[in-house]
């Protein structure tokens, strides 16, 4: 999502800056979703995501947004020092609630 600009547009509307890893660091990050995909996710790939997070960090990043249905797979593993959001969890919350409010809903 870095390429299309989808989160920095809508949290730029609140006046909230994103702050995006690095490209040497994007590098490592997309080399560990590969290595998710291919089933090879290992401690060093691991790291490499840990330290993607304390490059953030260290850039005054406030919050963390796990934007990537691989990583949400090993989010919890993850050492994050500050708030956190899994956006396919966040999605998937939103759409209960909407659900749940949605009157025109049917049970069969």
Do not use: W
Not at 3 to 14: E, I, N, V
Not at 20 to 38: E, F, M, N, T, Y
Not at 55 to 60: G, K, M, Q, S
Request: aromatic letters at 2%; charged letters at 25%; hydrophobic letters at 50%.
């Amino acid at each position: 999502m870095i390429r299309t600009d989808l989160y920095r547009k809508s949290l730029a509307c609140k006046g909230v800056e994103v702050v995006h890893p690095g490209d040497a660091s994007q590098d490592q990050v997309l080399a560990a979703i590969r290595a998710i995909k291919a089933q090879t996710f290992s401690s060093a790939s691991m790291d490499v995501l840990n330290r993607a997070v304390e490059d953030l960090i260290a850039r005054e990043a406030e919050v963390v947004l796990i934007a990537c249905t691989e990583l949400s797979i090993i989010a919890r593993r993850l050492r994050i020092g500050v708030r956190a959001y899994d956006s396919a969890q966040v999605l998937a919350e939103a759409i209960v609630a909407t659900a749940l409010r949605d009157e025109t809903c049917v049970t069969r």
